[in-house]
């Protein structure tokens, strides 16, 4: 409502940095450090403590980091990595199949609508019904696919009653096929946000030239709108990459709890009031996300592009 | 308002743009809303989790005393993270005995004054010594008589003998065991060993609270033969190992469909017939038969994993919220709401007020185990069971006489839930 909103208007008399310009930018600073830099301070303050049973003990200790990779350096007796590692194994595999299958499905759809839907009327009807998953709260759109996949669901009841299969097929549900599913269903729309609007801003005659100059059909989306959308691609790979990171709620609900994620290690241990141990596991978390992040935006600069 | 600002910006002055942010961060310092004053009426914050937070009873209660009560439902686990780390965020807690062990030594619970507890001395004797029908029951784990008196109000330790000072006065306790699917698993089930049993392969839960989950798996350990434990509810390290290694096992082989952390789950599970085994726990076993579909409370020979949650008092509670929550607490035991919790399959606190507010044929069917002499209905009105039904375990003697263990925290709980993880992440 008031001036923070809007903190980049070109003031009319200098454009420099101005006290005004500063007392602009104070607001979101202050908004800024109160609620990420201080509480992010606090986290990595936090996991160089000690604890007990039921308090923090201030200190300075690489405990929790020794706890997080505990017995990381060599198998155990029974040739199982430990489980941190074996957490972001499996967390990588989902961010992998995850993001592949957004990316494919989400610049399908984006390429359908900037492409081939020629009136701008439709093409907001069939934007905004992209949107239709976020209508419902989250865990409701997860709890769907139960009455869906179960052993007793509608997809194996139609299975068995047409003598495809003999018995239910198990993996429908609580299964990484479950668990990669509901990403799929949830995150899509955040590739296809940034992709369309890249698309959109494509100059038509790039894509005219093209053909002109003889490029098959492939050839102008390989070499000119592929390339063109790189920033929009980038964009939502991000999206997907750090909620599919961070995410517990669904690899817990899809996964019938059985599938370890980042996330259900830090609730667990902020439910035990194992604080410190779990800042450390946040920092961890948020160290590899944050270099994630760093990768990607090297090969896009989004500062420049938007 | 961007265009507000615009004009404003462009008709120039500084000083008008600098003087609208001072009035801006003028109205953001004085709090943009004016407090909202609350009435006189006299609320109380209840913390505790929602399996216990009806609204009838709150309804009841204010009805009666012109006293609101505000529920804050969050899982067992944020009951005892709220109290260590918000102790002024509630006025009246309901907790789990087994909690104790991590929320007394912070000293934010005020000992109860049972000299202000009108049907104090009638509490049942499975809390104050541990004794069911002049019997003593298990005590393995974090049993209630060892953690209920405190020495004195403003204490951090467990009085060893009885005193006039309560850490938690009890509201509903029962004992817990596996539930199952009758009409699909078509035989009798005696034993905790079960669970494990690879008959049930992939069509087996256990729930996914650490603490509650590894007496689960010790009661089933135990009845396999693998290893009887000196003390379940205090395992040692290798103890730990050896429970967790038998769980990962079990999973490797594909033994369990699903975990489950809230009472819904569960119910969903075994209602869908994902599940026809697993842990569960009463109301939830209720929630399915009130579906209509068939669900059993499955007594076992090994005895029951008991529980037992009471309210308590932050430290810094005073003046007129203090004497409303001692008035609840006074409510509560006074029979009414015994009686509505007795119905849904919990056990009271104070039975002889809890019976006088009862029906003698609820009484015969919930308490002594007899046939029911006619429809049992759960206080909203669902058939529970029908005429001639007897209730799962029998009698409140046969069932609380039978616990052979409680919900603990352990002395290696760090350790527990560290190999907990593995578990889940195997």
């Known amino acids: ?306 | 308002m961007a265009d507000d600002l615009k004009d404003t910006l462009s008709k120039a002055a500084p000083m008008q743009r600098r003087s609208l942010l001072k009035g801006t961060a003028g109205i953001l310092a004085a709090g943009v809303f004016p407090a909202v004053h609350s009435a006189d009426q006299l609320v109380l914050r209840y913390l505790g989790t929602a399996t216990n937070q009806d609204k009838d009873i709150a309804d009841k209660f204010e009805k009666d005393t012109g006293i609101k009560i505000q529920y804050v439902a969050v899982t067992t686990d944020d009951v005892t993270k709220r109290a260590v780390t918000a102790p002024n965020s509630f006025d009246l807690i309901d907790t789990e005995y087994f909690s104790l062990k991590n929320i007394v030594p912070t000293g934010n619970l005020k000992g109860i004054d049972t000299k202000r507890i009108k049907n104090a001395d009638k509490i049942t004797s499975l809390f104050t010594t541990g004794m069911v029908a002049g019997k003593a029951v298990g005590d393995q784990g974090t049993a209630p008589k060892k953690t209920i008196f405190l020495e004195g109000e403003k204490s951090k330790v467990f009085a060893k003998s009885p005193t006039q000072y309560m850490s938690l006065i009890p509201t509903t306790y029962n004992a817990d065991t596996l539930g199952i699917r009758p009409d699909l698993i078509k035989r009798p089930i005696s034993s905790w060993a079960e669970l494990l049993n690879p008959e049930f392969k992939g069509k087996a839960a256990i729930l996914n609270i650490p603490s509650i989950g590894i007496m689960d798996a010790a009661m089933v350990v135990e009845a396999m033969g693998i290893y009887k434990y000196p003390d379940k509810g205090n395992m040692t390290k290798k103890e730990i190992d050896l429970t967790i290694k038998t769980l990962i096992e079990a999973k490797k082989q594909g033994q369990f469909r699903s975990l489950w952390k809230d009472f819904n789950e569960s119910v969903n599970l075994m209602a869908s017939g994902e599940v026809v085994i697993q842990s569960m726990w009463s109301p939830a076993v209720t929630a399915v038969r009130t579906k209509g579909i068939a669900c059993t409370f499955q007594p076992l020979k090994e005895g029951y994993r008991a529980w037992a949650s009471g309210f308590g008092l932050p430290a810094t509670l005073s003046g007129k919220k203090l004497d409303g929550a001692y008035e609840f607490i006074n409510w509560f035991l006074d029979g009414w709401a015994g009686a509505y919790l007795n119905r849904q399959g919990y056990y009271s606190a104070v039975l002889e007020t809890a019976k006088s507010k009862m029906e003698a044929y609820e009484w015969a069917y919930w308490m002594e185990g007899k046939p029911a002499a006619q429809d049992i209905k759960s206080p909203h009105g669902d058939l529970l069971a029908k005429k001639g039904e007897v209730r799962d375990g029998g009698s409140y003697e046969q069932r609380m006489g039978g616990i052979a263990c409680w919900n603990a925290v352990m002395d290696e709980n760090a350790y527990m839930v560290q190999k907990w993880n593995e578990f889940v992440a195997a």
């Open chain 1, 1 to 306: 409502m008031s001036a923070p909103s809007t903190p980049s208007l070109p003031a009319a008399s200098a454009p420099g940095r101005t006290l005004a310009a500063w007392w602009q930018a104070l607001p979101l600073t202050t908004v800024f450090a109160l609620f990420f830099l201080v509480p992010l301070t606090l986290v990595l303050m936090v996991s160089f403590w000690d604890y007990n049973q039921y308090e923090m003990l201030p200190g300075f200790t690489f405990k929790n980091y020794l706890a997080v990779f505990d017995g990381c350096l060599s198998r155990n007796e029974s040739g199982d990595l430990c489980v941190t590692l074996k957490t972001y194994l499996s967390t990588f595999k989902f961010c992998l199949l995850v993001w592949a299958l957004t990316l494919v499905i989400g610049f399908t759809v984006s390429y359908f609508l900037a492409f081939h839907v020629q009136s701008s009327g439709v093409q907001v009807v069939l934007f905004v019904l992209c949107t239709i998953p976020f209508w419902t709260s989250n865990v409701i759109r997860m709890i769907a696919w139960v009455p869906l996949l179960g052993r007793n669901g509608l997809v194996n009841d139609f299975l068995v009653s047409y003598g495809m299969v003999d018995q239910p097929i198990e993996w429908l549900l609580f299964s990484n096929f479950s668990v990669v599913l509901a990403f799929v269903h949830l995150f899509t729309t955040f590739m296809i946000v940034p992709i369309f609007n890249s698309m959109m801003r494509i100059d038509r005659s790039l894509i005219e030239a093209a053909s002109d100059s003889g490029a098959s059909a492939w050839q102008t989306l390989w070499n000119v709108i592929i390339p063109l959308c790189r920033t929009g691609i980038i964009i939502g790979s991000i999206f997907v990459i750090t909620i599919v990171m961070g995410d517990f709620v669904t690899i817990g609900v899809m996964g019938g709890q059985q599938i370890a994620s980042v996330g259900k290690i830090i609730q667990v241990q902020t439910s035990y009031l194992q604080f410190p141990l779990a800042a450390a596991n946040a920092v961890v978390l948020l160290a590899i996300v944050l270099m994630i992040i760093w990768a990607l935006t090297r090969m896009v600069d989004i500062r420049k592009e938007l």
